[in-house]
């Protein structure tokens, strides 16, 4: 096999065969880049105006990001997204990892209801479930 430097050395997936070492490089400078000239109280107002729409954290990133510019909300306002969130008090009562691991739970208890023989989607639902149950 191929041997990493013993600084990337990682350890495989929880549940899968990857031992992936890709991810997206973070700028090293963490002051908000000279081009973007959205103010801290801007980009709160924003956050909130998202989250009040039924948006999730992640997804209110995204759509500053995409539609605002915005590279990292962090380096901006000096606050991740939520706990400006819960500054605010419009935080959601489920932490959102939970919350899509519940869904997808749900969704595959509802496929099992239909095919009963599926062993492998039956599988999964014990490794989703066990995620669960460690957050």
Request: glycine share 8%.
């Amino acid at each position: 096999g191929r041997s990493l430097p013993t600084s990337r050395r990682e350890m495989g997936r929880m549940y899968g065969k990857g031992k992936g070492i890709a991810s997206s490089a973070m700028p090293y400078k963490r002051a908000p880049p000279s081009w973007l000239k959205m103010k801290p109280e801007d980009c709160t107002e924003h956050i909130c105006k998202l989250a009040k729409k039924g948006l999730t954290p992640s997804q209110i990133g995204v759509t500053l990001r995409d539609s605002f510019g915005v590279p990292q909300v962090k380096h901006v306002s000096g606050n991740h997204i939520l706990r400006i969130l819960k500054v605010n008090g419009v935080a959601p009562s489920l932490p959102e990892d939970l919350y899509y691991l519940i869904k997808k739970a749900v969704s595959i208890r509802k496929h099992l209801d239909k095919n009963r023989k599926d062993k492998d989607s039956k599988f999964r639902l014990i490794l989703v479930e066990s995620r669960i149950h460690r957050l």
